[in-house]
């Protein structure tokens, strides 16, 4: 001898996560982890890892790494995802397993705005300045619309990614413009942080120009 017999699991495991938080939309499919906390008289010698769909899986008490740290890649988009860790010892013992999560994942951008109308500038050119249009509802399959952005210029049909609205706020009037044709870009992001394509509408003219004579003749009389 001494012979050491050791029967008790680590305790003290604490499961965190870098990257994300939990039951919160995250559009990064790669969720990132630390351990901490382990103790064992004889010494923590890894951990058993499990990355699923299922909040209470046990995984089996094996080594599965000696690192202290995990990313987890969700291979489909889900509210579901959990990690389960158990902390093993020297001698073959797993502690309880924490189970972690859920982590909520949407990798995809949700769909364009629906038409975009006008009640001022509709029915061809007009000496307002300010235009006011509304959309259609963009709809997104998982996380939902957390809102809009939206802008003014000509035939430029980028988003700026930056939010104007909120989900429930479908309309609006543009600052005073100038004489000219305008048009209206507006765009939805979802709340996972996805931005969906561009829907337009335009032209919308805008004549601030007075008219004004540019001949002046002489007519004879009989």
Not at 25 to 46: K, Q
């Amino acid at each position: 001898g001494p012979y050491v017999v050791d029967t008790a699991g680590p305790t003290g495991l604490v499961v965190s996560s870098t990257s994300h938080t939990v039951s919160t939309w995250s559009n990064d499919s790669g969720v990132d982890f630390e351990f901490s906390g382990a103790t064992d008289t004889n010494g923590v010698a890894g951990y058993a890892i499990a990355f699923d769909r299922a909040a209470a899986t046990v995984p089996a008490c094996s080594t599965t790494q000696s690192a202290s740290t995990f990313t987890g890649s969700s291979s489909s988009d889900g509210n579901d995802w959990w990690i389960h860790v158990r902390a093993r010892d020297v001698a073959g013992n797993c502690g309880e397993t924490v189970h972690f999560g859920p982590f909520w994942i949407d990798t995809a951008a949700p769909g364009a705005p629906g038409a975009v109308s006008s009640s001022s500038h509709d029915g061809g050119p007009t000496n307002d300045a300010t235009i006011d249009v509304a959309w259609g509802a963009a709809t997104d399959a998982l996380s939902g619309i957390d809102g809009y952005s939206f802008f003014w210029n000509g035939v430029d049909q980028d988003c700026d990614f930056t939010i104007d609205s909120d989900f429930d706020e479908r309309s609006t009037t543009s600052p005073p413009l100038a004489t000219g044709s305008w048009y209206f870009h507006v765009c939805a992001v979802d709340l996972a942080g996805n931005w969906g394509a561009v829907a337009t509408g335009g032209p919308y003219t805008i004549d601030l120009s007075a008219p004004r004579v540019t001949n002046l003749d002489s007519v004879a009389t009989s």
